[in-house]
């Protein structure tokens, strides 16, 4: 797949912005994986796709490095103040939704394109996560946190040449994919 197509199927998506980075310049950072401990998302240990189901550090970013190129995919909300929790949900939802619907689209569409989509938080597709009793209800849909992988997404959104933060009263989600 090539990076135009990629940023046509953001723009036709929805997405707020977007941008492409190369994979080799990603950091795996243990720092960031030392927040998923602290626990201040609150999915550490209740997903498969979050630490320490997701494996360490080390055994999620091997796969990682075998790809060429991402893209950073945001969606941006204009909250009316600081405590419009409405439109910061909205925004979050938007992102799961529109960021599901661009990696299903991808695998129906370019059965052969090997992807590795990162999202923004935790797994959160069924109402209370099997972890750790049963296996994962759909495995093919869960995908590990930017964050589990140890990437800090501000880095990656440098390295992507657009903005992290987009001004007062503004909330950002982001998610990637890596291509080969
Ligand atoms: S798909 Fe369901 S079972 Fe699998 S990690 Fe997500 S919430 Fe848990």
Redesign the pocket.
């Given at each position: 797949m090539r990076r135009e197509e990629a940023g046509e199927l953001a723009r036709n998506r929805g997405f707020s912005n977007w941008g492409f980075f190369p994979a080799e310049k990603l950091r795996f950072l243990t720092e960031v994986r030392d927040m998923c401990v602290a626990d201040r998302c609150g999915k550490f240990g209740k997903?498969?796709?979050c630490p320490p189901a997701c494996g360490t550090l080390e055994e999620i970013t091997g796969r990682a490095r075998a790809y060429s190129w991402g893209i950073l995919l945001q969606t941006t909300g204009q909250m009316e103040d600081a405590f419009d929790a409405e439109t910061l949900v909205d925004a979050m939802e938007k992102q799961k939704e529109n960021f599901g619907a661009y990696v299903e689209g991808i695998r129906k569409d370019y059965p052969g394109e090997d992807i590795l989509p990162m999202s923004s938080g935790g797994?959160?597709?069924?109402g209370t996560?099997?972890?750790p009793e049963e296996t994962?209800?759909?495995?093919e849909?869960?995908v590990p946190s930017m964050e589990a992988y140890g990437l800090l997404v501000t880095e990656v959104c440098e390295l992507a040449g657009i903005p992290y933060y987009y001004g007062k009263n503004t909330i950002t989600f982001s998610s990637c994919i890596l291509f080969h």
């Open positions: 997903t498969w796709t797994c959160d597709l069924c996560c099997t972890y994962c209800r759909f495995p849909q869960a």
